[in-house]
């Protein structure tokens, strides 16, 4: 069964109880949220993973990709990203190569590491149509769905599905216009396709087969956003809410087999249209978690938008969105090394985090208000064991050493919170009067 089904009918997975431990929430609720669809844990049953929860009232995680490109294809560069991705907090992976060997290179990524693992499937597809037959227009229907079944055979946790990109999409998309077109790969691959053959998407004709495999393995569908915006002129239009209907509409279906779902959201954005698009995504589909990729909030900081999507991450966490997508500082330029994944992965968790203070600081700003002690107290061990990259903070101080040890370099000796601790908290109240 399915974590959904067990859900259903009452029953507390070993999953359910790490994820409620995680959270310090009581694991009934979890399993009511999980068993509604609120709740996901995607966790293959062909491998063993960390249980990651995604959905209403848990943290906000964060997902990190690696993959080769058709330019550069280095394993060794991809596991050390992963590594480096792991290192710096991301919740889970997602697989995404496009060059090389990409069945033993998803295979391997995921015998090494235990937190669950997404991808795109239409992407092996449309490579091998290219290599096969020279284009990817020419990819067979079957192979679309085989490749979906090797990839669960093989244990990803969560897969990126096409399925809503059908013809009336397309109408809509056609008839308003874009000026930065369409910009996900998969949807770009379907599209295509579709045009061509002059044919519905196999996607959505044949999602009844594709919920029999995902039932079969546990797989969670994250429901793909084709339609996202690849510039702020083009978000919240017409052809991304078509999709969304059709998204929510998949997703009831999906709960009628007890397939667990998450629903993506769009990429570029601006910021004063995500808590619109948070609502209209939790309305839609029936309060199935949200995955915003990105998001970018403004179209020209190249070199820098992880910091543009950090921005974003925050007011998706703090509207109600439950995982991100990073983006890195190659975003838009190339694809990123180690380093990148690194900033990556700290620039949209810290936006995330600073999202999910603000719904409820006691809950999850337990560590920012005990910060607030050891920031008083002058406790350097303290605050360090606090960070959320401890190493990384030692490490600045220790570059740029105080002569006394309980200050830093900023201010040294006028240091404001030592003062205020030698004369005003000492001071007598009625001084004052």
């Given at each position: 069964?399915?974590q959904?089904?067990?859900?259903?009918?009452?029953?507390?997975?070993?999953?359910?109880?790490?994820?409620?431990?995680?959270?310090?929430?009581?694991?009934?609720?979890?399993?009511?949220?999980?068993?509604k669809?609120?709740?996901?844990?995607?966790?293959n049953?062909?491998?063993?993973?960390?249980?990651?929860?995604?959905?209403?009232?848990?943290?906000?995680?964060?997902?990190?990709?690696?993959?080769?490109?058709?330019?550069?294809?280095?394993?060794?560069?991809?596991?050390?990203?992963?590594?480096?991705?792991?290192?710096?907090?991301?919740?889970?992976?997602?697989?995404?190569?496009?060059?090389?060997?990409?069945?033993?290179?998803?295979?391997?990524?995921?015998?090494?590491?235990?937190?669950?693992?997404?991808?795109?499937?239409?992407?092996?597809?449309?490579?091998?149509?290219?290599?096969?037959?020279?284009?990817?227009?020419?990819?067979?229907?079957?192979?679309?769905?085989?490749?979906?079944?090797?990839?669960?055979?093989?244990?990803?946790?969560?897969?990126?599905?096409?399925?809503?990109?059908?013809?009336?999409?397309?109408?809509?998309?056609?008839?308003?216009?874009?000026?930065?077109?369409?910009?996900?790969?998969?949807?770009?691959?379907?599209?295509?396709?579709?045009?061509?053959?002059?044919?519905?998407?196999?996607?959505?004709?044949?999602?009844?087969?594709?919920?029999?495999?995902?039932?079969?393995?546990?797989?969670?569908?994250?429901?793909?956003?084709?339609?996202?915006?690849?510039?702020?002129?083009?978000?919240?239009?017409?052809?991304?809410?078509?999709?969304?209907?059709?998204?929510?509409?998949?997703?009831?279906?999906?709960?009628?087999?007890?397939?667990?779902?998450?629903?993506?959201?769009?990429?570029?954005?601006?910021?004063?249209?995500?808590?619109?698009?948070?609502?209209?995504?939790?309305?839609?589909?029936?309060?199935?978690?949200?995955?915003?990729?990105?998001?970018?909030?403004?179209?020209?900081?190249?070199?820098?938008?992880?910091?543009?999507?950090?921005?974003?991450?925050?007011?998706c966490?703090r509207?109600?969105?439950?995982?991100?997508?990073?983006?890195?500082?190659?975003?838009?330029?190339?694809?990123?090394?180690?380093?990148?994944?690194?900033?990556?992965?700290?620039?949209?968790?810290?936006?995330?985090?600073?999202?999910?203070i603000?719904?409820?600081?006691?809950?999850?700003?337990?560590?920012?208000?005990?910060m607030?002690?050891?920031?008083?107290?002058?406790?350097?061990?303290?605050?360090?064991?606090?960070?959320?990259?401890?190493?990384?903070?030692?490490?600045?101080?220790?570059?740029?050493?105080?002569?006394?040890?309980?200050?830093?370099?900023?201010?040294?000796?006028?240091?404001?919170?030592?003062?205020v601790?030698?004369?005003?908290?000492?001071?007598?109240?009625?001084?004052?009067?």
């Amino acid at each position: 069964m399915t974590q959904m089904q067990e859900a259903k009918k009452g029953i507390i997975t070993q999953a359910m109880k790490d994820v409620a431990k995680d959270e310090k929430l009581d694991v009934e609720y979890v399993r009511k949220m999980v068993a509604k669809g609120y709740i996901a844990i995607p966790d293959n049953n062909q491998r063993e993973t960390v249980a990651v929860g995604i959905g209403q009232n848990l943290r906000t995680k964060v997902n990190a990709t690696i993959g080769t490109s058709t330019d550069i294809i280095d394993l060794d560069d991809e596991l050390t990203k992963a590594k480096a991705a792991e290192e710096a907090g991301c919740d889970t992976l997602m697989e995404l190569s496009i060059g090389g060997d990409l069945d033993y290179i998803r295979r391997t990524v995921l015998s090494q590491t235990k937190k669950p693992v997404g991808s795109v499937p239409i992407y092996q597809t449309a490579v091998e149509s290219i290599e096969k037959n020279g284009s990817v227009i020419d990819m067979d229907a079957d192979d679309m769905i085989k490749n979906i079944e090797k990839q669960a055979k093989d244990g990803i946790d969560f897969m990126a599905i096409h399925c809503s990109v059908n013809r009336e999409t397309l109408k809509r998309l056609k008839r308003q216009g874009r000026k930065g077109g369409l910009v996900s790969r998969g949807g770009s691959f379907i599209s295509s396709w579709m045009v061509h053959h002059d044919a519905e998407n196999p996607l959505y004709e044949n999602y009844d087969q594709i919920l029999d495999i995902v039932e079969e393995y546990d797989v969670c569908l994250s429901m793909a956003n084709a339609m996202r915006a690849g510039a702020l002129t083009d978000s919240t239009d017409r052809a991304q809410i078509q999709e969304l209907i059709v998204l929510g509409e998949l997703v009831d279906k999906a709960r009628e087999r007890g397939v667990q779902t998450i629903v993506e959201g769009p990429g570029h954005i601006p910021i004063n249209e995500i808590e619109t698009n948070i609502n209209i995504q939790k309305k839609m589909c029936n309060n199935a978690p949200f995955y915003m990729l990105g998001p970018i909030v403004t179209d020209i900081a190249p070199a820098y938008d992880h910091i543009v999507s950090a921005i974003g991450a925050a007011q998706c966490a703090r509207y109600g969105a439950d995982f991100i997508c990073y983006v890195t500082p190659a975003e838009h330029l190339a694809l990123p090394d180690a380093q990148d994944v690194k900033d990556g992965v700290i620039a949209t968790k810290i936006g995330a985090h600073a999202g999910d203070i603000a719904i409820d600081m006691e809950r999850f700003g337990e560590d920012d208000i005990k910060m607030a002690d050891a920031r008083k107290q002058l406790n350097w061990a303290e605050q360090y064991q606090l960070a959320m990259w401890p190493e990384d903070a030692k490490a600045i101080r220790d570059k740029r050493p105080p002569e006394a040890d309980d200050t830093c370099t900023m201010c040294g000796n006028y240091c404001a919170v030592k003062i205020v601790s030698q004369w005003l908290d000492k001071a007598d109240i009625d001084v004052f009067d």
